[in-house]
DNA sequence: GTCTATAAAAAGATAGAC
DNA sequence: GTCTATCTTTTTATAGAC
């Protein structure tokens, strides 16, 4: 069949030897390592323990089973990506002069996109939510996220309309479409990640998307 | 890789129910629906032989291993629900009286985030391809076709704006604008089909994208 | 072509020593 | 807490009869 996870031992060693710390968060760190490659069913509890340089009971007496060790460490893995997000999005938008706006917001979607498309940890472990989910509904708790990604840009979006800047009388929706014209056509295309984009194909998709977004919001 | 059903080597025409190009089918019909909603590691070969009503032996005799039934199968329904959706894009946005281009647009929007949201094999096609694609290379030669989707739509829309009823410079562009502001929304916020939504939310969701591009498009 | 029966390997989880 | 060694089940794939 084809190529089994076969961690080398060798990549685990090395780290702080000495607690039960230094080994969880080995732990950890290959887990994530391994799963984001390759998934939940494809990745052994033995390919982890190899990589993270411990035992296969040891992760046993920290996590009990095989998918308490993913839920935890996929969630935290989303939760770090949500915030890097919103992080993102909190640096952009704001304090933008009256005549730079435009271009303030062409120049946030190719910035938006371009991390969208070049953060594999980020469409690794959202494809791995999409697929698993059904499996173990407890991802599911984890939906009600990226709403806070759209809700961020929509304050900014409103800030600009009372400035007069933009004609924006439903933040949220006007927030979805932004989103969806840079980020969400990236997610789209690439699947996700699992399709290479290249750098002027996401320049020119948030561009355009961008200044569509524009086109629509614009005062009159 | 591409699955035609096999030029029948004895009998002239016909399937019998129990010959062996029956059992082939029962077969397909099997292994897809168990796919489609477990993925391809948690399916054991002894299930599909089971759901199918033949041996497995029956089914290396077909297909050699798990992988190659696995990438005929799913290749053949992606290519259907690729031209299900192309069959929608055709069956609307054709022949739009001129006062009634933007309710249609609106309609066609509707009726298509309603589609990408109702169809649980395609969501489940397409999750199943993004999280098998990098364990299988063969699937990526999938990802052109998602392109006949837009091309389509940028068709009609050129021709609106060859009527003067939209102001569509590049219908490409446009299109892949009004793809992500309906079916891109409903993909991106359902995870593929992962987090259901509610029919009112489907159709919000559309409603105000094809708004938004409508405000971007029209002519001034 | 199709079936029953059976390899051969790998998986998740545990026992018991230290 | 951690390790080595082991149990049990399930998996893919094949042998050989009909």
Redesign the interface.
């Known amino acids: 069949?084809?190529s089994q996870v076969r961690a080398h031992p060798s990549s685990g060693r090395g780290r702080p030897a000495g607690g039960s710390e230094g080994k969880r968060a080995a732990i950890v760190l290959a887990a994530r390592r391994l799963f984001l490659?390759?998934?939940f069913?494809?990745v052994s509890v033995d390919a982890i323990a190899a990589e993270a340089g411990v035992s296969k009971r040891t992760i046993y007496n920290h996590y009990g089973d095989k998918e308490r060790l993913f839920l935890d460490v996929i969630g935290e893995t989303y939760n770090t990506m949500i915030g890097a997000v919103v992080a993102l999005m909190d640096k952009y938008l704001t304090d933008l002069p009256d005549e730079a706006v435009e271009d303030g917001i062409i120049a946030f979607s190719r910035e938006v996109a371009m991390f969208a498309a070049r953060t594999p940890e980020r469409t690794a472990v959202?494809?791995?939510?999409?697929?698993e989910?059904?499996?173990f509904p407890a991802l599911?708790a984890m939906?009600a996220r990226?709403r806070g990604i759209t809700a961020s840009i929509a304050e900014r979006l409103a800030r600009l309309d009372a400035r007069g800047l933009l004609d924006v009388p439903?933040p949220q929706?006007?927030a979805?479409?932004l989103?969806?014209?840079t980020m969400?056509?990236v997610?789209?295309?690439s699947?996700?990640g699992?399709?290479e984009l290249s750098e002027d194909e996401v320049t020119r998709?948030a561009t355009?998307?961008a200044r569509?977004?524009l086109?629509?919001?614009r005062p009159r």
Chains 1, 2 share one sequence.
């Open positions: 069949m084809h490659r390759d998934g069913e494809r959202i494809r791995l939510l999409m697929s989910a059904p499996h599911l939906e990226p439903e929706d006007a979805n479409h989103f969806a014209l969400g056509q997610n789209n295309r699947m996700y699992a399709i998709m355009s998307g569509a977004f086109r629509a919001y």
